[in-house]
């Protein structure tokens, strides 16, 4: 299971949430801009479906594009479409990682921790 996000401050919560990916980072960055509680608020949805590091940058690259718009529109309505691709891509379920499985998921992934 992924650790609990570290909630001390907006730069501890996007490393946490980056897991190390350089380009989630910079999804993370320009989710944050130019309104950084909006953009908080989508790291929080993205935390609760469970969709951190490669996948983070799965959503954003492959499923809308490099549209950072879009792939906003997409963590609000949590979209089961980017949900799934974000799955087909990162998602093995003969492969566990550290004794887990990390798969994207509507909601509650937040919960389970």
Known sequence: ??????????????????????????????????????????????DDMNIRGSQIWVGYKDYCGEDINAFR??????????????????YHPDLEYDGYKEEAVHNGASFNR
């Open 73 to 90: 529109e997409a963590i609000a309505a949590r979209d089961p479409l980017m949900i799934a691709k974000i799955n087909e891509e990162c």
């Open 1 to 46: 299971m992924r650790q609990k996000i570290q909630m001390t401050g907006l730069v501890d919560m996007s490393v946490s949430i980056a897991e190390g990916n350089p380009g989630a980072a910079t999804v993370i960055a320009e989710l944050l801009k130019p309104e950084w509680e909006d953009g908080m608020m989508k790291l929080l949805h993205l």
